[in-house]
């Protein structure tokens, strides 16, 4: 026991970058969990924890950033009809969350049936993914529905008063956004995440990150399509 | 007969399939997330001839929200792993990981809102030649408000879950967002009135 004691002291007191064959030796020697190893030396004494933290996430954390501002560029150049519609203002960060949420699952669940060797080339020929596929455009259209009938409320209980005509548009808006980007998240997701795997690299650290972006940014594109469309 | 009634009964199970514990699951973090998302955008539409006025707000925002959910979102997740390891414990807050875990938020934090502001900033001169150096201060204002409200709720809610013996993992994601955007929201407005 005393050894292995020995043996993670060493590992917190060596310098971040420099341990990674430790990591090797201890896990296979003492039977520790790889996970256990890693963050002891990501986040160990030797290692200065605000610095590693901004020093991994700053550039990813800039570009998610850059790429919503350039999505709220196409709702700016339409702002006065965007905000007249108050429904659609409600909904806004509600839509933001919800398609953002359906990247990050669709995307885990595609990596983690890579990974198992679940999937294959024809994903249509797999059930799994087609229940998935299924499963998220219920909830969409479910929560979707939800969301509008509750921005309605909200906005008639403001004041907001209109046609049965404009109604029926926001509802439309709000419900081909989301299945029109719930539809390329899905299929990016699937086609990225079988390009990854091909080339051998881990698809959960690329794919959330991109269907994350493309959720914000398509989003905010398509509302402002089909907004310029339609008012 | 009882061969096809079989056949039948087996088909509609295959079809019900899909509404199984996964449905539900993903069905309920969803509705908690979107509950959030909808009382911001109440809020958002109530205070819109505020929060709208200054030209540019509508690049920010999307950002602004999104910022929150990355930061919180990842600083829970790191918690998480931390208690489920042994290496962080719920009845000690103040240690050099949890210190150090808070520093890194807050400063992303910032360094994020200034991004944004900026560009914000540059977007609206180079493309509807307006001139809003304020909607910088604006961002930074709001993003230090918002996550010195954010960052500490996400750290303990994450420690106090884990102490009820529940996974973090599975209820922080939509806790985050939802609370995230309800609190980017105020922030912004109280950073309006500052400036």
Redesign the interface.
């Known amino acids: 026991m005393k050894k292995v004691t020995e043996h993670l002291e060493k590992l917190k007191g060596t310098p971040r970058k420099k341990h990674h064959s430790l990591i090797d030796e201890i896990h296979t020697e003492h039977r520790i ?1 790889k ?2 190893l890693f ?2 030396k990501e ?1 160990g ?1 030797k290692s ?7 020093r991994e ?2 550039l990813i ?2 570009l ?3 790429v ?2 350039l ?3 196409a ?2 150049r339409i ?1 006065v009809t ?2 007249s519609l ?1 429904p659609l ?10 398609i ?2 359906y990247g ?2 669709v995307s885990s669940r595609v990596s983690t049936m890579l990974h198992q060797g679940k999937m294959r080339k024809n994903w249509w020929l797999d059930k799994e993914l087609r ?1 998935l596929f ?3 455009l ?2 969409a259209l ?2 979707t529905v ?2 509008v009938l ?2 309605f409320f ?2 008639k209980f ?1 004041g907001y008063s209109t046609s049965i005509y404009t109604t029926l548009k926001i509802f439309f808006i709000a419900i081909l956004d989301v299945l029109i980007i719930v539809n390329i998240l899905f299929f990016t997701s699937l086609k990225a995440g079988w390009y990854l795997y091909k080339k051998e690299e881990d698809p959960n650290n690329f794919l959330i990150p991109i269907t ?1 972006s493309i959720a ?1 940014f398509g989003n ?1 594109v398509l509302l402002w399509v089909l907004v310029r469309l339609l008012f | 007969m009882i061969h096809n009634m079989k056949k039948n009964s087996n088909k509609k199970i295959n079809n019900l ?2 509404f199984d514990k ?2 539900k699951e ?2 309920t ?3 908690v ?2 509950s ?3 009382i ?3 809020v ?3 205070y ?1 001839d505020k929060i ?1 006025l200054i ?2 707000m ?6 602004f ?3 929150r ?3 919180s979102g ?1 600083l829970a997740s ?1 918690i998480s ?2 208690l489920f ?3 962080i414990k719920t009845d000690k807050i103040n240690t ?2 949890i ?3 808070i ?3 807050f ?2 934090a910032v ?2 809102s200034f ?2 502001g900026t ?2 900033f540059l ?1 609206n001169f180079l ?2 030649r307006i001139f809003t150096p304020e909607i910088i201060i604006i961002a930074i204002i709001a993003g230090c408000l918002a996550n010195l409200v954010e960052i500490p709720l996400t750290l303990l809610t994450t420690l106090y879950i884990f102490k009820k013996g529940y996974d973090p993992n599975n209820i922080m ?2 806790f985050v ?2 609370t995230g ?1 309800i609190i980017s ?1 105020l922030s912004l407005l109280i950073a309006l009135v500052i400036v």
């Not at chain 1, 200065?48 to 901004?54: A, L, S």
């Not at chain 2, 509508?58 to 950002?63: A, N, R, S, T, V």
């Open positions: 969990s996970k256990t963050y002891i986040y004494p200065n924890v605000p610095r590693t933290i901004i996430s700053v954390l800039l998610a950033s850059a919503s501002s999505g709220g560029f709702l700016e702002k965007f905000i108050m203002v409600v909904l806004l960060p509600a839509l933001n969350d919800m953002g949420d990050v699952i229940k299924l499963q998220i219920i909830i479910i929560t939800l969301s509750v921005a909200a906005s403001s994350t914000d905010m | 399939s899909v996964n449905f993903i069905l973090s969803q509705l997330s979107i959030g998302g909808l911001a955008g109440i958002l539409a109530v819109t709208f030209p540019g509508l690049i920010l925002l999307p950002g929200l999104e910022m959910g990355n930061i990842s790191r792993s931390g390891l042994g290496v050099p990981l210190r150090g875990n520093l890194a938020s400063l992303l360094l994020v991004a944004l560009v914000t977007l493309a509807f994601g939509p967002t939802s955007d929201i």
